[in-house]
């Protein structure tokens, strides 16, 4: 199911996907992210391309969908930990709000249309 996650939160235009190590931390927009897996390996975005990560499913353990209220806005993601609780992976939907801060209502059901896709649940064990 991890992969399915994955495609369908990449297939949103505008989600930025943060993936979280010591030291580093990466940025890269969803849009026309390819996606494909070979074995345990999947890879987010052109594997010859100048961006693009490998994903090791088997060390993704959950997912937890996410809204978190912000001093002006609520911010919306889908976040991935491992076996640690670690997060090392987090996708979030932007583009939320109109430039008066107003919430946009199709940006909004995106993220609630992915949710109960998968049940509902705000955490997913893979």
Known sequence: MLKE?????????????IVKSNGVVSEIR???????????????????????MHIN???????????????????????FFDENDHRVLAGFITKMYDEDKNPRPERIRLYDNLFEKYGSKSIIVF
């Open 30 to 52: 969803s849009n026309s992210l390819q996606m494909k897996q070979n074995e345990k390996w999947i890879t987010l975005g052109d594997n010859n391309g100048p961006c693009h």
């Open 57 to 79: 499913s088997e060390l993704i353990k959950r997912a937890e969908f996410v809204k978190e209220q912000k001093p002006e806005k609520i911010s919306y993601s889908v976040r």
């Open 5 to 17: 996650v994955l495609y369908d939160l990449a297939s949103i235009d505008d989600v930025l996907f």
